[in-house]
């Protein structure tokens, strides 16, 4: 070989370590302006998350569940007395809640969700393995423990009084247990667990799995046609991935591709389904939201959702992109407003963040940047399932 050659050799090599060295700095770079972004709100949360004591679905109960003291149970949210006799079926008003169904254990699981997913992101801040114990303690609680844990099933989610003990549709419910599941692999990743620490979780998630998968309930809302059917998705992948369950994985990915995108989405990146709601803004967001998780959840170097598109041009980006500059400057919405909520949308959606890194879209990232990482809101924090990007990321 000649001196030429060599030396062509020996640059072509150094060039390529030079570019794989900015390249780690830049995404290096990315994650500590993204940290910088969020520290100040991580460690007010998990300040408060230390505090906590695991409140469990056993800690409440209703007279009107058809199931037991460990069955989750909650009801549908826009039905309502009937004016003409109070004793008759629930009558619908759809988008308007009603204030006094039971939503205790509903609410348990949102305060739950964010305890471990502020308690992970503190950890990942600041290495303190005290996060990592109290966040154990609410999961063993939730998951392990016989006299507090959670049965793995959905049979009694959104009943509707003199109509149905529980309703596939209420499986929408355990979204907000995707943060819980990847903040424990965030954990383990990092080594501040072991297998074993997971093992008794795993297997409360596997068998979750099975009824969502096999279950008429879990049939129903897999086939639903809007956001329950992208939810599904969303949490089924979460806990498959959590479980290293490939095959329902895989599944997950034919689904976003072959059912969501194009039974969902326009031409122009809308969602029909989202829009004919009397909350077309917050619905619009919000499965927005669970399409780009379930992208940052099953995503990989042979498999990239971000950049899949169907025959007919339906992509996650196109998705981001139509309702983008309506996030950015709300006024320009073209919709009448959303019947309830409609001020308190939106906040920092993880669809912001999740997509900027992606397409590496500055605009995006800025944006969430500004907007509000500590929503209070009952409602935006329902709807708000991924809150602590750091674990995600």
Known sequence: MSTAKKILIILCISLSACSSASKLKSEKTSIDDIINTLKKTVLKQSAWAMTQEPVTVTASYSTRSAGGKHDFFSEGDYWWPNPVNADSPYIQKDGLTN?????AHRQAMIRFSRIVGALVSAYRITGDKKYVEHALKHCYAWFIDSSTMMNPHLLYAQAIKGRFTGRGIGIIDTIQLIEVVQGLLY???????????????????????????????????????????????????????????????????????EVLLPNQMADNGSFPKELQ??????????????????????????????????????????????????????????????????????????????????????????????????????????NLPVRNPLIWL
């Open 99 to 103: 204030p006094d169904n039971f939503i």
């Open 277 to 382: 709601r009397t909350k077309p803004y917050g619905y619009s967001i919000f499965n927005l939201d669970a399409m780009a998780t379930i992208c940052q959840l099953l995503s990989t170097p042979e498999d990239d959702l971000w950049s899949y598109s169907t025959s007919k041009g339906q992509s996650i980006k196109k998705g981001i992109e139509y309702l983008y500059p309506y996030i950015a400057d709300k006024k320009i919405w073209t919709l009448k407003p959303d019947v309830m909520y409609w001020k308190d949308w939106p906040v920092a959606q993880p669809f912001l963040l999740f997509g900027g890194v992606a397409y590496k879209n500055k605009n995006w990232i800025e944006t969430w940047k500004k907007l509000d990482h500590d929503p209070q809101v009952d409602e935006v924090l329902r």
């Open 187 to 257: 954990l383990e990743n990092s080594g501040a667990v072991t297998d074993a620490e997971l093992a008794d979780i795993r297997k409360w998630f596997e068998q979750y799995i099975s009824w969502l998968t096999n279950h008429k309930y879990g049939n129903d809302e897999m086939n639903a046609l809007n956001n329950h059917g992208t939810c599904w998705v969303m949490q089924v992948a979460a806990f498959a991935k959590f479980t290293g369950n490939k095959q329902v994985m895989n599944f997950c990915r034919q689904r976003y591709k």
